[in-house]
């Protein structure tokens, strides 16, 4: 079996702050395979875009890795400072963010960009750079790559935008993107293509592709695994099929009812009541209970461990135990219900 292109044990992210120590990120396993789409859900604030921030060590100095480890591309980059690091953004890692203008010079030209971004890690001539950002524009969708070589930022749609950015983030070849909410700011035709060249840039390229998004009707398109993330830790994972078709963590069936294909018949969509607990001090217990109208005496005094329902299906409830009284999810999250289906 190949070796996962990124790798995280017992991962924990902290910042401290002038209130005390925020646990952002808490005792995370989990692992990217070549070639792979992950996408990691969950609602805002539940970790997902520090997890991976973290990674590139793109977080602000009051964050610091708590403990665990972190192996990208086989190499252990826990204890890597800047300069090490500089190596491997561009070349073996790279991000897309949600708004393109953070990554993009609103004054300088698209094709300018994308070549002092090559220029910066490789040594070629200008006229080999500014060949290979032809070539990544058009890679990306950009049609007439030539003429629009020389336009600066404005006088691309927020979809072609992030189109360039991509193109800027694929430049060096890496082994493995972040794509954080890339196609929230899209409008949803935008954001279709989008999805569908991702999926196509990692059938050309063989890169490895962890998604983050809210947004699960997205997920369904291109996911290979999805995580689902909450206050911090992942309480599921497993192939796309298992965690729609057979979700298990109460969690998930709350993200899964709220989708709109799944609204009440006057239009109104579920919810999942209350909020995530605030991190500053984590519940001793299960951390979704007391928004889970399923939870035991147990969920509030003690963490639930992963329990395996596959050999790549895990929840973290003890709804699995097998002294927990059997429960079944909400009837148009069953199996056979007819109602909810994968895009």
């Not at 969708?141 to 030539?146: H, N």
């Not at 109104?268 to 500053?280: C, N, R, V």
Request: net charge neutral; hydrophobic share 40%; with cysteine.
């Amino acid at each position: 079996m190949d070796e996962p292109v990124l790798k995280l044990e017992n991962y924990a992210v902290s910042f401290d702050t002038p209130q005390g120590e925020i646990e952002a990120v808490r005792g995370v396993d989990l692992s990217v395979g070549k070639g792979e789409i992950l996408c990691i859900v969950g609602e805002s604030g539940c970790g997902k875009t520090v997890m991976c921030r973290s990674v590139m060590k793109l977080l602000p100095r009051i964050a610091r890795i708590k403990h665990g480890r972190v192996f990208l591309n086989g190499e252990d980059i826990t204890d890597y400072g800047e300069k090490e690091m500089r190596t491997l953004r561009g070349n073996v890692v790279s991000m897309v963010f949600q708004d393109p203008m953070i990554t993009l010079n609103p004054t300088i030209p698209i094709g300018r960009q994308i070549t002092e971004a090559i220029l910066k890690h490789k040594t070629m001539s200008r006229k080999d750079a500014k060949k290979r950002a032809f070539e990544l524009l058009t890679l990306v969708g950009i049609d007439d790559a030539e003429t629009r070589f020389h336009l600066q930022p404005h006088f691309f749609s927020g979809g072609m935008r992030q189109r360039c950015v991509l193109a800027v983030a694929l430049a060096m070849s890496p082994k493995l993107l972040f794509a954080d909410e890339p196609t929230t700011a899209l409008d949803v035709t935008v954001a279709t293509k989008m999805l569908d060249l991702l999926m196509d840039i990692r059938k050309k390229t063989g890169i490895s592709i962890v998604f983050v998004s809210h947004d699960l009707g997205a997920v369904a398109r291109i996911a290979d695994r999805v995580a689902v993330m909450y206050a911090g830790k992942i309480v599921e994972i497993g192939t796309a099929e298992e965690v729609y078709y057979d979700p298990r963590h109460p969690y998930t069936w709350g993200l899964l009812s709220s989708l709109p294909s799944l609204a009440e018949e006057n239009g109104e969509l579920h919810s999942i009541p209350g909020m995530p607990p605030q991190l500053l001090a984590p519940p001793p217990g299960d951390a979704f209970a007391e928004r889970n109208k399923y939870a035991l005496a147990i969920d509030y005094e003690q963490m639930p461990p992963m329990f395996k329902i596959t050999d790549t299906h895990f929840a973290a409830t003890w709804l699995l135990d097998k002294r927990a009284p059997e429960v079944k999810p909400p009837v148009f999250l069953q199996s056979g219900s007819g109602k909810w289906k994968k895009n």
